[in-house]
DNA sequence: CAGTATCCTTGCGGATACTG
DNA sequence: CAGTATCCGCAAGGATACTG
């Protein structure tokens, strides 16, 4: 993919996010960069299917609150399935949609390429903070 | 790429990205869902290099305030270059970096993916909502 | 077990006015 | 022209306690 074809692709989707009156599709694209979306959606990748506790056990350091918020945004967005099983005690699994796995699909190579830049985005911060203490 | 492929290029990301202790490669990914970042690093990646000014003539809605903070934010990350003439009146001239420009290319297959889905978005939200309602 | 309810801190995004 | 300074409302994220 050349210059050229990088800008091509770049333009629809970038007026078509731009003519996106009521911020959804942006919405959506925050579920990257939220703290929790992402390594709930690759969990459920990974493990098809999974209680909330579950859940809860292998995200390190989540809270009750912000995992029954995360996925409840996730479920909002077409991305995660819920499915209740009306038991006492409570059961309840989740596992991703069709559409939640299109999404982990194409989020991987933004995923990847960040990883490999950690370095170049630390070095870069540093640089930037030293130069704003002088 | 199946389904197996999937899984295990998504574990080599995640898993990184989870030891993120500091959250700078979350952090990096915000710059998805943030509001003006997109637009941003669209406008620069189409048109090379544009002025304070030119670029906030072009993003429509966004604040002097909002525009200045955005572009500290991507030149602190070092995915866009900041030049200052030094001259009075001032002049300042942004363009992206080769990280910039790579973090284009990158998101470019999630940005087309959002756009495309963005009718199961929407629809899956105004289910959810009419659940909710009752 | 799978949640709510309450309170708190932080940062995003915006409005407005001012400056070298 | 390219910013700062100051104000504000709102939502993200978290700590803690409680509930069917």
Redesign the interface.
Known sequence: ?DNDE??R??????E???A?EDG????????????WS??IV?LL??NGRLRHAEIGRRM?GVTQRMLTRTLRQL????LVLRHDFQEVPPKVEYQLSE?G???????????????E??D??????EQ??ADQAL
Chains 1, 2 share one sequence.
């Open positions: 993919m990088i800008i692709r770049s333009q629809a989707a970038c078509a996010l731009s996106d959804l599709k942006r919405q959506v694209l925050t579920h990257a960069g939220n703290r992402l390594g690759h990748g990974v390190e479920e909002r967005d077409g559409l796995k299109q999404m982990l699909v194409h989020m991987i190579p933004l995923w990847t390429w960040v990883v830049n950690a170049g985005f630390r070095r870069s911060r930037f903070d």
